[in-house]
């Protein structure tokens, strides 16, 4: 069975600040993993996607995220925030690339800060 | 953007009541989803399916019912609703293949209140 624990439920960031939002995972299986994102009132975009192909993974609007198997992590980062990028994020992982087994994090809701 | 509709968005009903929301995709993927999504708790799956007629269970799947007749309809039933029924849902899709890769796409979310 898959697990995510995403540490820190808020995050607040001056606008040209790094980002840095973590996320942990537990996984029987080698894993799949995922950033999405959510703007108010609307459902989830992806962001990125870790599918074992390189563990540095590039998404869109200038995340990226590192899988590192020793520390079981995923954590999404960004060099410098800007106001848009205000939302809630989300990690998630799954075994299977069918993606019936997906476990979310509770979230972290990123605030950008003038 | 994925063609997915979800109706309604909004719906407020009483105790014991029936509900049911639908997800209607224009992909043709194989792979249909609900989600519920509450704070705290991130997004837990209710049921999907892999294709006409084949469903199965989520983690949270208990209260609920699902269809899928077609390809591109999934519904999902609330034959009693519940007060801890109250909760935003997301269909989603996914498809494997070709230049799909599985990841999961998403409706906009129907909010269901229950008094």
């Known amino acids: 069975a898959q697990s995510v624990t995403q540490l820190g439920s808020h995050v607040s960031v001056s606008e040209g600040a790094l980002v840095l939002l973590r996320c942990n995972y537990s996984?029987?299986?080698?894993?799949?993993l995922f950033w999405y994102v959510q703007y108010p009132n609307q459902g989830l975009q992806l962001l990125l996607k870790?599918?074992?192909?390189?563990?540095l993974v590039k998404g869109i609007n200038g995340f990226e995220a590192e899988f590192k198997k020793s520390e079981t992590s995923f954590h999404l980062t960004k060099p410098s925030a800007h106001m848009s990028d205000a939302a809630e994020y989300f990690c998630?992982?799954?075994?299977?690339?069918?993606?019936?087994?997906?476990?979310f994090g509770a979230g972290t809701r990123l605030t950008v800060k003038p | 953007d994925a063609g997915i509709t979800q109706s309604p968005r909004h719906k407020v009903t009483e105790t014991g009541t029936p509900v049911t929301l639908r997800c209607h995709q224009t992909?043709?993927?194989?792979?249909m989803y609900w989600y519920r999504q509450d704070p705290g708790h991130g997004l837990r799956l209710i049921h999907y399916?892999?294709?006409?007629?084949?469903?199965d269970k989520g983690e949270v799947s208990d209260g609920y019912s699902v269809s899928r007749s077609k390809t591109e309809d999934f519904l999902l039933t609330l034959e009693s609703a519940t007060s801890s029924q109250t909760s935003v849902y997301f269909c989603?899709?996914?498809?494997?293949?070709?230049?799909?890769?599985?990841?999961?796409?998403f409706g906009e979310g129907s909010r269901l209140t229950v008094l």
């Open positions: 989603a899709i996914s498809e494997v293949g070709g230049s799909n890769t599985g990841e999961l796409f």
């Open positions: 996984s029987s299986v080698p894993p799949y």
């Open positions: 870790y599918t074992s192909a390189a563990t």
């Open positions: 998630a992982v799954s075994g299977t690339i069918w993606n019936n087994d997906m476990r």
């Open positions: 992909e043709n993927h194989r792979y």
């Open positions: 399916s892999y294709g006409v007629k084949d469903t």
